[in-house]
């Protein structure tokens, strides 16, 4: 007949210690404490989606271009540019820019008559340009040689002349200058009357001859 017997206190005590063991270890499985799980106990892709709270993360938390470009803010405060202005009317003339009067006529000459003479056609004097002086008035007694019979101009005292400069556009021509004697009714020995007034040589100095030629003379 076998005869059961009761457990010991000592097995009693380690049955009890088994249990509060295996006890303890599911405890920690399933309550961990706070701060005790970092990314070494996170396996690469362990966290997906339904793990993130909404609206938790931030832009800083992504790789660069992850996140798309949002759509450009409205402008600043400032307007866009205005079409240009028109240009405005042009300002008045001042006081110091404005053409003054014309002066007063200044006196009349002193000549008493004058010619212009060119040697170049039938009549020596060129009426257009003369006073006083006529082409009766005027002969020729040689080359260069112009003598003037004056008795028709009273009180006529002394007379010049003056060669045209640069005729023909040619600076040789520059070189002509005029001598006058003149006003008391003489025989120059130059081919003029005896009845002649003044005569007018035109000479070409680098020729060292007289030269038929074109000037003005007056008479004072």
Same mark, same amino acid.
């Given at each position: 007949?076998?005869?059961?017997?009761?457990?010991?206190?000592?097995?009693?005590?380690?049955?009890?210690?088994?249990?509060?063991?295996?006890?303890?270890?599911?405890?920690?499985?399933?309550?961990?404490?706070?701060?005790?799980?970092?990314?070494?106990?996170?396996?690469?892709?362990?966290?997906?989606?339904?793990?993130?709270?909404?609206?938790?993360?931030?832009?800083?938390?992504?790789?660069?271009?992850?996140?798309?470009? &949002?759509?450009? *803010?409205?402008? #600043?405060?400032? %307007? +866009?540019? =205005?079409?240009? @202005?028109?240009? !405005? /009317? $042009? &300002?008045?003339? *001042?006081?110091? #820019?404005?053409? %003054? +009067?014309? =002066?007063?006529? @200044?006196?009349? !000459? /002193? $000549?008493?008559?004058?010619?212009?003479?060119?040697?170049? %056609? +039938?009549?020596?004097?060129?009426?257009?340009?003369?006073?006083?002086?006529?082409?009766?008035?005027?002969?020729?007694? %040689?080359?260069?040689?112009?003598?003037?019979?004056?008795?028709?101009?009273?009180?006529?005292?002394?007379?010049?002349?003056?060669?045209?400069?640069?005729?023909?556009?040619?600076?040789?021509?520059?070189?002509?200058?005029?001598?006058?004697?003149?006003?008391?009714?003489?025989?120059?020995?130059?081919?003029?009357?005896?009845?002649?007034?003044?005569?007018?040589?035109?000479?070409?100095?680098?020729?060292?001859?007289?030269?038929?030629?074109?000037?003005?003379?007056?008479?004072?």
């Amino acid at each position: 007949m076998h005869i059961a017997r009761r457990p010991r206190h000592a097995t009693i005590v380690a049955y009890l210690a088994l249990f509060a063991s295996l006890g303890g270890t599911a405890f920690a499985a399933t309550q961990l404490p706070r701060n005790s799980v970092g990314a070494v106990q996170i396996q690469r892709g362990a966290v997906g989606t339904s793990e993130v709270a909404n609206r938790s993360l931030r832009a800083v938390d992504f790789v660069a271009g992850d996140l798309p470009q &949002g759509p450009a *803010g409205p402008k #600043g405060g400032m %307007g +866009a540019t =205005g079409p240009a @202005g028109s240009v !405005g /009317a $042009a &300002g008045s003339m *001042g006081p110091i #820019g404005m053409t %003054g +009067a014309p =002066g007063a006529a @200044g006196p009349a !000459g /002193a $000549a008493k008559a004058w010619a212009y003479i060119e040697d170049a %056609g +039938a009549s020596l004097v060129v009426e257009a340009r003369s006073s006083g002086i006529t082409d009766a008035m005027v002969t020729k007694g %040689g080359t260069g040689i112009y003598c003037f019979e004056l008795s028709s101009i009273p009180n006529a005292h002394v007379g010049v002349a003056s060669p045209n400069p640069g005729y023909g556009g040619l600076p040789a021509n520059n070189d002509r200058i005029a001598l006058v004697q003149n006003l008391t009714d003489n025989d120059f020995a130059a081919g003029c009357a005896a009845t002649s007034d003044m005569v007018v040589v035109i000479h070409d100095i680098s020729a060292a001859a007289p030269v038929n030629w074109f000037f003005n003379v007056a008479v004072y």
